[in-house]
């Protein structure tokens, strides 16, 4: 594990950077607690191969202000192992388990699903250590991923976004990015919505219609296990050329960083909803500001997951978690548009604003 943490931290955090081994599994592992003011932290576990400490941390900040500007009494956190998602399911476990047995002392985290995890996952940290939020329906938990908690929440956000944008829902034109569990959702919702899926990529490859995918098909054909580029309903393209695709909307729903100031020219939309963490680096959302386009921040667009968790976690029902995202996401989208325009700054600017102040007020009432 490579350790770099030169500047690394704020006023705001981290609290907490842990480096986990254990080479009799083959575990390692990297845990960022960032900020406890408001409550014990919720951030999901990510498995990857090539999770970094600065990945890790950028994620837990975001998680902070994501909880944050939703309202939720729960701090930012995220952890990540470093392994292959695609590794049987029994090494899975073995690398899942010893990991929840090393933070079992760090009461302050709360861990739940992410990319390369699942409920499942999560059922085996709660049995480890007693405590994890997005568990399978048979513990009591919610399943995000079943519901679609994160992307529903991605289209609440893509809807007040168009409307403020002025883009007309109903006919838009709709691309996106990564076809797991947020993307697939928020194309399905946002396509019941009106909106047209006019292209769409995975890690293997991309399509294209531009007369519109079947979008229950293309869900139907990704769960049987292939991969989007051979869907027989579109003309199969270059996984990178999705950037360049003509659309209205466009939605980054996979890996960090794959809008940057290199590609971000080829965009050809009008708004861009992060339904990934942080999917844009900071000099590719000044360029689209520039360009006019548009953008709903990660922490605002994507806070449906988190929404649910927290709801889970306090015994809330399922009908309860979509209305709690829906009026949630729906009042911060609006405000930070509101923000945005009478103060002069990027959407994401005063986002960070908003959850900062509520941070900050929360820290206040902690002791030194």
């Not at 296990?225 to 199969?236: E, I, L």
């Not at 942080?278 to 994507?302: C, S, V």
Request: charged content about 25%; some cysteine; overall charge neutral.
């Amino acid at each position: 594990m490579e350790i770099e943490i030169h500047n690394i931290g704020d006023e705001l955090g981290p609290e907490k950077i842990l480096l986990l081994r254990q080479p009799r599994v083959g575990l390692e592992a990297i845990v960022v607690v960032d900020n406890v003011a408001c409550g014990p932290a919720i951030g999901g576990v990510r498995m990857a191969p090539d999770l970094t400490i600065d990945e890790i941390y950028r994620l837990s900040r975001a998680m902070t202000l994501k909880n944050a500007a939703a309202g939720l009494p729960h701090g930012g956190a995220k952890a990540g192992i470093i392994a292959d998602p695609a590794c049987s399911r029994e090494q899975k476990e073995k690398l899942v388990r010893t990991f929840a047995r090393m933070i079992r002392s760090v009461t302050e985290y709360i861990p739940g699903p992410d990319m390369g995890t699942n409920e499942e996952c999560m059922a085996w940290v709660k049995d480890e250590i007693g405590r994890a939020a997005g568990l399978p329906r048979v513990l009591g938990g919610i399943p995000l991923d079943e519901i679609g908690a994160t992307g529903f929440g991605v289209a609440v956000a893509a809807e007040v976004a168009a409307s403020e944008a002025g883009i007309p829902l109903k006919g838009s034109h709709l691309a996106v990015q990564g076809f797991g569990a947020v993307g697939r959702h928020a194309a399905n919702f946002l396509s019941k919505r009106g909106a047209i899926l006019v292209a769409v990529s995975d890690s293997q490859g991309a399509i294209q219609n531009q007369n519109g995918l079947d979008v229950d098909a293309l869900i139907k054909h990704k769960k049987e296990g292939s991969p989007v580029h051979t869907f027989p309903g579109g003309q199969a393209i270059g996984r990178d050329e999705l950037v360049g695709i003509k659309c209205d909307i466009w939605i980054p729903a996979a890996r960090p960083d794959v809008l940057t100031e290199n590609n971000v020219d080829q965009l050809k939309a009008r708004l861009v909803i992060h339904g990934a963490n942080i999917p844009a680096t900071e000099a590719a959302e000044q360029l689209m500001h520039k360009r006019g386009i548009l953008n709903i921040p990660d922490f605002i667009a994507n806070a449906g997951g988190v929404i649910c968790a927290a709801v889970e976690f306090r015994g809330g029902s399922e009908s309860q978690v979509m209305e709690t995202i829906e009026e949630k996401i729906r009042t911060n989208t609006l405000e930070i548009l509101e923000r945005s325009k009478k103060e002069n700054l990027l959407p994401r600017e005063a986002a960070v604003k908003m959850a900062c102040s509520r941070i900050k007020k929360a820290m206040g009432y902690r002791g030194t």
